[in-house]
C-alpha cells in the first residue's frame, strides 16, 4: 500500500509496466481498474474511520480522555477480539486499519486507538490518487477515440531510438525520457525494452556514424526536394 500522492505518481508508470508483464492480457485498462478499485476501498476505510469516532461505551474509564476510541455502532463492523489477535478487519486484509491503528497500554490494559491525524493526511493522500487515477482513465479513453490504428514505424530500434532522442535534445519533444519514449513506441507500434543501453550506444559511434539514420533521412528529403525541382 503507497500512504503518499507523491510516491504513487512517481512509481506508477513503473508498476503500471511490471503490470502489464505479468499476463499476456493485462494492459492499461485492468491496471488502472483494479489500482481504482484497491484505492477507493482505501479511501471508504479511512472515510469509515473518521467518521465513526468512540466516544464513550468501549472504554468508559477513558471518557474523560482526549483520545477517541472506537464508536458504539462499530461493534457491528469490526470484531473487536478478532482486532485486538491482529486479525483481518473486513472482508479483506485491511492494511489501512492497521496502519492507523495504534496499540496503547493503561496498566495492566491494552487499548487500542486510531491515529485520527494520520487519518486525514491519508483520506487526502488517497483522494489524490483516485483523481490521478480517474485522470489517466479519461487519457487512455482519449486515445482511444483519437488513434483508431497505429503508425508502424518501419525501422529498427536503434533507428527509433536516435530519432526520438534527437526530438528531445532538440526540444521538440519535452518531458521525461522514458515516458516520452514509450509513448512515441506505442504511437508507432515499436518496443524498446533496452533504450537506455540504445542511447547509451550513440554515443560510443566513431567520427562520420553519429547520425546514421537521421542522415538517411536528411539524404531521402534532399533526393525528393531535387525530384520535385528537376520536374519544373
Given amino acids: 500500500m503507497i500512504t503518499t500522492f507523491q510516491e504513487y505518481k512517481n512509481t506508477f508508470q513503473e508498476r503500471l509496466e511490471a503490470h502489464k508483464a505479468a499476463y499476456v492480457d493485462f494492459d492499461d485498462e ?5 489500482e481504482t478499485k484497491q484505492y477507493s476501498f482505501y479511501h471508504r476505510t479511512i472515510i469509515w474511520i473518521l467518521q465513526n469516532e468512540c466516544e464513550d461505551d468501549i472504554f468508559p474509564e477513558k471518557r474523560n480522555l482526549s483520545d477517541r476510541y472506537f464508536s458504539t455502532n462499530a461493534k457491528e463492523t469490526i470484531n473487536l477480539e478478532a482486532l485486538m489477535e491482529g486479525q483481518e478487519l473486513f472482508a479483506y486484509d485491511n492494511e489501512v486499519q492497521k496502519f492507523v491503528l495504534r496499540r496503547l497500554t493503561s496498566g495492566n ?3 487500542y486507538k486510531y491515529d485520527f491525524d494520520l487519518g486525514g493526511k491519508l483520506e487526502i493522500s488517497f483522494r489524490k490518487i483516485l483523481k490521478y487515477l480517474n ?6 479513453s482519449i486515445s482511444k477515440e483519437n488513434v483508431s490504428e497505429k503508425i508502424k514505424f518501419h525501422g529498427t530500434q536503434t533507428e527509433f ?3 526520438i532522442k534527437a ?3 532538440n526540444d521538440n519533444l ?3 525520457q522514458k515516458e516520452i519514449i514509450q509513448k512515441c513506441g506505442k504511437f508507432f507500434d515499436i518496443t ?12 560510443q559511434r566513431n567520427n562520420g556514424s553519429e547520425t546514421l539514420f537521421i542522415d538517411k533521412l536528411k539524404s531521402s528529403l534532399l533526393k525528393h526536394i531535387q ?6
Fill in 192 to 203: 524498446t525494452p533496452n533504450h537506455d543501453k540504445l542511447i547509451s550506444d550513440l554515443s
Fill in 227 to 232: 525530384h520535385k525541382a528537376e520536374k519544373k
Fill in 109 to 111: 490494559e491494552i487499548l
Fill in 135 to 140: 485522470s489517466k482513465k479519461e487519457e487512455l
Fill in 161 to 163: 531510438i536516435e530519432l
Fill in 174 to 176: 519535452k518531458g521525461v
Fill in 30 to 34: 485492468t491496471f488502472i481498474e483494479t
Fill in 167 to 169: 526530438l528531445i535534445l
